[in-house]
């Protein structure tokens, strides 16, 4: 019962560095989405995918990028890390697109500090 | 104004109580809501979804009052276990590119007491 993978779930990146926040799914889900979520306050969208091959840009894209090759697979990438990137990232995935009523399986976070 | 608005809490209760949180969403087109359940340090998980007519699953009700724009959950008889974050969660209809968002509330935190 895997569900959604994502590592690592901690790390600790310098300013400028970059990383790849990786994320697999074994549900066959179309939909997957990366979120970040800052202390006190809601998760934020930051890239979502329909299906392999295809990505689109959520509410907060900027410093960031994805790739989908595979159904299962959906890594998160940045390329030059700012301490404003502090935050938790979660991967998830849904069978539907979101809000459709099917549920949205959440990975168990990636803690990100940048100093 | 933020999208979806939850009081922050901590609502702290004893076991047994019951306990009421609202959510107020700006968006009149949000056509599906949900709750969210979030453990400290945890992944969201959803708690449940929420109707019209409004529903049940055990100890918790979900309300939804399109008119005045707001979402409630009921928690009864709390349990320890209970003690989580709770995310309230709108779905904003289609934009102009058939997109679908999900909106997070910042969530409520209860904390219930032996």
């Known amino acids: 019962n895997a569900g959604v993978t994502q590592t690592p779930k901690f790390r600790i990146l310098k300013i400028g560095q970059s990383m790849t926040l990786q994320c697999a799914q074994d549900?066959?889900?179309?939909?997957m989405y990366w979120y970040r979520q800052d202390p006190g306050m809601g998760l934020k969208l930051i890239y979502y995918s329909v299906g392999a091959g295809i990505t689109d840009k959520g509410e907060v894209p900027n410093g960031y990028n994805v790739s989908r090759s595979t159904t299962e697979d959906f890594p998160l990438r940045l390329e030059l890390a700012a301490p404003s990137q502090t935050s938790v990232y979660f991967c998830?995935?849904?069978?539907?697109?979101?809000?459709?009523?099917?549920?949205?399986?959440f990975g168990e976070g990636s803690w990100l500090t940048v100093v | 104004r933020k999208e979806v608005e939850q009081d922050p809490g901590p609502f702290n209760v004893p076991e047994g109580a019951t306990v009421a949180f609202n959510c107020t969403y700006s968006n009149s087109a949000s056509q599906s809501f949900f709750w969210y359940r979030q453990d400290c340090r945890k992944e969201p998980k959803l708690l449940m979804s929420?109707?019209?007519s409004g529903n049940e699953d055990g100890r918790f009700t979900a309300q939804l009052n399109r008119a005045s724009q707001y979402i409630s959950l009921l928690i009864r008889d709390s349990k320890l276990s209970d003690s989580a974050t709770y995310l309230c969660?709108?779905?904003?209809?289609?934009?102009?590119?058939?997109?679908?968002?999900?909106?997070f509330g910042s969530g409520t935190r209860l904390l219930v007491r032996p």
């Open positions: 549900m066959n889900h179309n939909y």
């Open positions: 998830a995935s849904s069978y539907s697109r979101q809000g459709s009523g099917n549920t949205i399986y």
């Open positions: 929420v109707y019209s």
């Open positions: 969660v709108v779905n904003i209809s289609p934009g102009v590119d058939s997109s679908y968002k999900l909106i």
